[in-house]
Nanobody
């Protein structure tokens, strides 16, 4: 059974940084595109970033480009999201998943996510 466990969220002031982690289990994800999404209160879940299986290619939503960095460690079956220069509008629950690319469709059930709150 595939399980995705996100962690690393918290409360941070605007301009601060956080590093999120996503530990995947139940299968090997090294051959998959992996991605991060977020869902703010009252809004739809939206794409944030994705990374190719090798880590050689990355993709970002315009809203986070230049501030967020996605990376992965295939040996640990873990994906990371380094978030810098955080803004109040980055407040959301953040989720990870394996993706069907380039459709950006999630392949597995969503985990519980990790809450990021950015205060102004």
């Amino acid at each position: 059974q595939v399980q995705l466990v996100e962690s690393g969220g918290g409360l941070v002031q605007a301009g601060g940084s956080l590093r999120l982690s996503c530990a995947a289990s139940g299968r090997t994800f090294s051959s998959y595109v992996m991605g991060w999404f977020r869902q703010a209160p009252g809004k739809e879940r939206e794409f944030v970033a994705a990374i190719s299986w090798s880590g050689g290619s990355t993709y970002y939503a315009d809203s986070v480009k230049g501030r967020f960095t996605i990376s992965r460690d295939n040996a640990k079956n873990t994906v990371y999201l380094q978030m810098n220069s955080l803004k109040p509008e980055d407040t959301a629950v953040y989720y990870c998943n394996a993706l069907r690319w380039p459709e950006v469709n999630a392949l597995y059930a969503w985990g519980q996510g990790t809450l990021v709150t950015v205060s102004s």
